[in-house]
């Protein structure tokens, strides 16, 4: 195995990074100004996102596998559930926080709220998807 790491090691690894990373963030002195409720909602509008862009590209993946082994599959068979666990993600984490103050640039500049977030999430995310279905597979499935 690559490095040392054993089956699902690098995921664990990554796991743990991420829950370090997460929680020197909570501790540290807010940067830039940014309460610790900001800061709560900054990191979860990344972990939601990833995880969003994990499972649609996930269902996308299978798709094209059973559209070349001529197996029907419809991509967006889950969408509404991924969706709302994205939202469920960040209007839990976000409550209360007004997103200009978080850092700009993506999806929270010019949000209002987190309908706003979520769906410049969802139509970024889903782009960036597409095309990496078509880099990997060629043409999508119709």
């Not at 949000?111 to 998807?129: Q, S, Y």
Request: charge should be neutral.
């Amino acid at each position: 195995m690559a490095c040392g790491l054993h089956r699902g090691g690098s995921m664990r690894l990554a796991t743990i990074v991420v829950g370090v990373l997460t929680t020197v963030l909570l501790l540290a002195r807010p940067a830039a100004g940014l309460t610790r409720g900001e800061l709560v909602c900054q990191a979860a509008i990344g972990k939601a996102a990833h995880r969003f862009l994990a499972a649609e590209l996930a269902a996308g993946e299978r798709c094209r596998i059973e559209a070349m082994i001529g197996r029907s599959c419809n991509p967006g068979e889950q969408a509404e559930a991924r969706e709302a666990a994205l939202e469920r993600a960040i209007r839990t984490r976000c409550y209360g926080v007004t997103f200009a103050n978080l850092v700009t640039g993506g999806c929270t500049t010019g949000a209002t709220n987190v309908d706003d977030v979520v769906g410049c999430i969802v139509a970024w995310h889903r782009l960036l998807v597409e095309q990496a279905l078509a880099a990997e597979f060629g043409v999508p499935v119709e």
